[in-house]
């Protein structure tokens, strides 16, 4: 653990190398975004075109096998079965009538008749494709590019109606060497109906297990359209390359801008930890010129307001007057180890300005709070001590504040708490509550009080959700028998609430806001009953 903490510092004082490395992360993980968004969008397009070609292309072909099924449903009810010119008249009428109906045909096993040709010698045709109980189909009767050839037949008994590539081609734009092919025999034989023919199965492991219409190969895209026959499928076929180019040219509109995003990345690392950088030296130096304060928040029992102690707050007030939240360098100061020193600096200022103080007042103490690396090693212990020495103060006048986040390992900090209490410190929780510190670990540690989190006295009176957390965490510690602070009371009716909850000691700006050690010195000197009034506002 120290050796990962001890690299992660290092690193934070290489800002140039850490900003690098935000930068080159964040660019792998742009560029795999980007690819992953251009592939599905590639993906979508490609998706949107063929749904698009494969709607036009059912709709042209429900229209043309239904004006050839009516063709060779009128022939077949005319009474005419031989090849005269009234036939042929016949057959040129009903090419006539219907657009899509390119030829039709008479066969009667020995001559043949046509729309377009007369009467000629049969030329007999392949078996159908496909069998039907009245309708017989021939699905590709020529594979030549010409739009003036029959490509799909419908036969009925001894008539045939055709219809001509053309009819197809005009609503399907097919790229290069792509197929529109109908898939028979149970997945396993396909036949071109525009384009060439095309290895089927395409793959070894076709049929596919998605439902999904578009199926994407490393090298075709096949699109599935469906069907109400179950003895074929329609299945458009086209290659990748074309689309594989159009990708290529979306990832290099994406590539500079993902860099150019991640460059931004790396540049606003590098500022943040520049500057907590600086803020860690300035505070290292507010430390060495005088600049942090310690002020202090009494702490007083309900019941009679008299101030029975104070918190001591940490300020830093820099040379132009303005003030750093806590908020911002305390965590700070944890991260970077500063945090000891800080804590030394408190307990220091406060005995050497109030040690006259305490020494006068045996029943007041002052709380300190700790942070986590304080809290996990017995270090504190010691330099307390040689300080309580040299002031003439009782160790039950200073206590110590731990939270909830700051037990980080609970049987550890547990003997570090104990050997403080055992010389005599007093040992508070604070901001209770707000952690993960549950009641099962509350009974095993040596605490003397809790204090709760000003969270939770704000929601008392309301109907908010979490009104009910205060009494309930002073029922808690009622039966474990400590004392419960209640921190951030700012009304009244706060105080007499708590008050008669069996909340006996309180703070917040009810009765004061953070106090000089002057004031607080006064306070404790005078004894004022503070009533509704604040020692701040007294002139």
């Given at each position: 653990?120290?050796?990962?903490?001890?690299?992660?510092?290092?690193?934070?004082?290489?800002?140039?190398?850490?900003?690098?490395?935000?930068?080159?992360?964040?660019?792998?993980?742009?560029?795999?975004?980007?690819?992953?968004?251009?592939?599905?969008?590639?993906?979508?397009?490609?998706?949107?075109?063929?749904?698009?070609?494969?709607?036009?292309?059912?709709?042209?072909?429900?229209?043309?096998?239904?004006?050839?099924?009516?063709?060779?449903?009128?022939?077949?009810?005319?009474?005419?079965?031989?090849?005269?010119?009234?036939?042929?008249?016949?057959?040129?009428?009903?090419?006539?009538?219907?657009?899509?109906?390119?030829?039709?045909?008479?066969?009667?096993?020995?001559?043949?008749?046509?729309?377009?040709?007369?009467?000629?010698?049969?030329?007999?045709?392949?078996?159908?494709?496909?069998?039907?109980?009245?309708?017989?189909?021939?699905?590709?009767?020529?594979?030549?590019?010409?739009?003036?050839?029959?490509?799909?037949?419908?036969?009925?008994?001894?008539?045939?109606?055709?219809?001509?590539?053309?009819?197809?081609?005009?609503?399907?734009?097919?790229?290069?060497?792509?197929?529109?092919?109908?898939?028979?025999?149970?997945?396993?034989?396909?036949?071109?109906?525009?384009?060439?023919?095309?290895?089927?199965?395409?793959?070894?492991?076709?049929?596919?297990?998605?439902?999904?219409?578009?199926?994407?190969?490393?090298?075709?895209?096949?699109?599935?359209?469906?069907?109400?026959?179950?003895?074929?499928?329609?299945?458009?076929?086209?290659?990748?390359?074309?689309?594989?180019?159009?990708?290529?040219?979306?990832?290099?509109?994406?590539?500079?801008?993902?860099?150019?995003?991640?460059?931004?990345?790396?540049?606003?690392?590098?500022?943040?930890?520049?500057?907590?950088?600086?803020?860690?030296?300035?505070?290292?130096?507010?430390?060495?010129?005088?600049?942090?304060?310690?002020?202090?928040?009494?702490?007083?029992?309900?019941?009679?307001?008299?101030?029975?102690?104070?918190?001591?707050?940490?300020?830093?007030?820099?040379?132009?007057?303005?003030?750093?939240?806590?908020?911002l360098f305390i965590p700070l100061a944890e991260n970077t180890g500063q945090i000891r020193e800080i804590t030394d600096f408190v307990i220091q200022q406060l005995l050497e300005q109030l040690g006259h103080v305490l020494r006068a007042n045996p029943h007041l103490y002052i709380s300190v709070n700790l942070a986590a690396c304080d809290v996990m090693a017995p270090r504190i212990g010691g330099v307390t001590a040689r300080l309580l020495a040299i002031h003439h103060v009782s160790a039950s006048q200073i206590a110590f504040e731990v939270t909830e986040r700051g037990l980080i390992d609970v049987v550890v900090a547990r003997d570090n708490l104990q050997a403080l209490r055992d010389v005599g410190h007093k040992v508070l929780i604070d901001?209770?509550?707000?952690?993960?510190?549950?009641?099962?670990?509350?009974?095993?540690?040596?605490?003397?009080?809790?204090?709760?989190?000003?969270?939770?006295?704000?929601?008392?009176?309301?109907?908010?959700?979490?009104?009910?957390?205060?009494?309930?965490?002073?029922?808690?510690?009622?039966?474990?028998?400590?004392?419960?602070?209640?921190?951030?009371?700012?009304?009244?009716?706060?105080?007499?609430?708590?008050?008669?909850?069996?909340?006996?000691?309180?703070?917040?700006?009810?009765?004061?806001?953070?106090?000089?050690?002057?004031?607080?010195?006064?306070?404790?000197?005078?004894?004022?009953?503070?009533?509704?009034?604040?020692?701040?506002?007294?002139?």
């Amino acid at each position: 653990m120290s050796s990962a903490l001890s690299l992660i510092r290092s690193l934070f004082y290489r800002p140039w190398l850490l900003a690098t490395l935000a930068a080159a992360g964040s660019a792998i993980l742009l560029l795999l975004a980007s690819l992953g968004l251009a592939m599905h969008q590639l993906q979508q397009g490609e998706s949107e075109q063929m749904n698009a070609q494969g709607e036009r292309f059912l709709e042209r072909l429900e229209q043309i096998f239904g004006q050839l099924r009516e063709g060779v449903d009128l022939l077949e009810a005319q009474p005419l079965r031989s090849c005269s010119p009234k036939m042929v008249s016949t057959l040129q009428q009903v090419a006539f009538q219907y657009r899509f109906v390119y030829e039709a045909s008479y066969v009667d096993g020995v001559h043949s008749c046509s729309s377009r040709f007369g009467e000629e010698v049969v030329d007999p045709l392949r078996v159908p494709d496909i069998q039907g109980p009245t309708y017989s189909y021939w699905l590709n009767t020529t594979t030549q590019p010409n739009d003036n050839l029959a490509a799909l037949m419908l036969g009925r008994g001894k008539f045939r109606v055709s219809t001509s590539r053309g009819h197809l081609s005009d609503v399907v734009d097919l790229p290069p060497n792509g197929s529109l092919l109908v898939i028979l025999d149970n997945d396993t034989r396909a036949i071109p109906v525009l384009g060439p023919p095309q290895i089927w199965p395409p793959s070894e492991q076709w049929p596919p297990q998605t439902q999904q219409a578009l199926v994407v190969l490393s090298d075709l895209l096949i699109y599935r359209m469906p069907t109400n026959s179950p003895d074929y499928q329609l299945v458009l076929m086209t290659p990748r390359p074309s689309n594989q180019l159009r990708m290529n040219t979306v990832l290099w509109l994406l590539f500079p801008g993902s860099l150019l995003l991640a460059w931004c990345i790396g540049w606003l690392v590098l500022q943040v930890i520049s500057q907590r950088r600086s803020l860690s030296g300035e505070l290292q130096g507010a430390l060495r010129r005088g600049e942090l304060q310690v002020l202090y928040q009494p702490i007083f029992e309900l019941n009679s307001r008299r101030c029975v102690g104070a918190e001591a707050l940490v300020r830093w007030r820099r040379p132009d007057g303005t003030l750093t939240s806590p908020d911002l360098f305390i965590p700070l100061a944890e991260n970077t180890g500063q945090i000891r020193e800080i804590t030394d600096f408190v307990i220091q200022q406060l005995l050497e300005q109030l040690g006259h103080v305490l020494r006068a007042n045996p029943h007041l103490y002052i709380s300190v709070n700790l942070a986590a690396c304080d809290v996990m090693a017995p270090r504190i212990g010691g330099v307390t001590a040689r300080l309580l020495a040299i002031h003439h103060v009782s160790a039950s006048q200073i206590a110590f504040e731990v939270t909830e986040r700051g037990l980080i390992d609970v049987v550890v900090a547990r003997d570090n708490l104990q050997a403080l209490r055992d010389v005599g410190h007093k040992v508070l929780i604070d901001d209770f509550g707000t952690g993960y510190c549950s009641l099962a670990y509350l009974q095993t540690l040596p605490v003397d009080c809790l204090k709760i989190d000003k969270a939770f006295i704000d929601a008392l009176g309301h109907d908010a959700a979490s009104s009910g957390v205060a009494p309930h965490i002073i029922r808690m510690a009622h039966a474990l028998e400590l004392r419960v602070i209640a921190e951030g009371i700012e009304y009244e009716a706060q105080a007499l609430l708590l008050n008669s909850e069996g909340v006996n000691y309180g703070q917040g700006w009810l009765f004061a806001h953070p106090l000089s050690a002057r004031q607080f010195a006064e306070l404790v000197t005078r004894g004022r009953r503070m009533g509704g009034r604040r020692i701040d506002d007294e002139p």
